[in-house]
């Protein structure tokens, strides 16, 4: 059990691994369930995620791919999308939630390499309602756009609303 303990503060961090001992009954019975399980397995992913989005980057590549997880961190930070499958960095629902979740981004999140625009597929930053909603949720973001959506006046205008700064 110790072995099991340590790898999971490893994977998780000690702060959460003290939140999921208060969530348990027992300090022990989550460690056990996810001993049988293996580490990686969806319980405890989707408990890790919901605490802190990033730690999709630990997930085993299944869990990736799966919807619920993935929905999960990005509903915690809409930047976990980075660490979803290719295939639902493509998928317009998943990209619309994520982009609703980083609203309230802190600034190391939103450099040019942190921008959401890196995480989704071509096809969807092509996408006019997907630019206009990024803008929406930051308009400093519409540096990063297509110079086609650069010059369309409601996207501008969204981006301006959300921030006086974004012609700069």
């Known amino acids: 059990m110790d072995s099991l303990r340590s790898r999971l503060r ?6 959460t691994i003290y939140q999921l001992e208060i969530e348990a009954k027992e300090p022990d019975d989550i460690l056990q369930l996810e ?9 405890l992913m989707e408990i890790a995620v919901g605490k802190n989005g990033y730690l999709l ?10 919807r619920i997880i993935v929905l999960t961190a990005i509903r915690n930070t809409g930047f976990a999308l980075r660490y979803a499958s290719k295939e639902l960095r493509g998928d317009r629902n998943m990209v619309m939630e994520a982009i609703k979740n980083t609203k309230n981004a ?17 096809e969807l930053i092509n996408d006019r309602e997907v630019v206009q909603e ?12 297509l110079s086609t959506f650069k010059n369309d006046v409601d996207i501008v205008m969204e981006a301006v609303k959300q921030n006086g700064k974004a012609l700069e």
């Open 106 to 122: 802190k600034p190391w999140e939103m450099n040019k390499k942190g921008c959401i625009f890196s995480y989704i597929s071509t």
């Open 35 to 43: 001993a049988e399980r293996k580490i990686g397995s969806f319980g």
């Open 10 to 15: 490893d994977f998780l961090g000690v702060q």
């Open 134 to 145: 990024v803008v929406k949720n930051n308009g400093l973001l519409l540096e990063h756009v």
């Open 57 to 66: 980057k630990n997930a085993a590549p299944h869990l990736k791919t799966n």
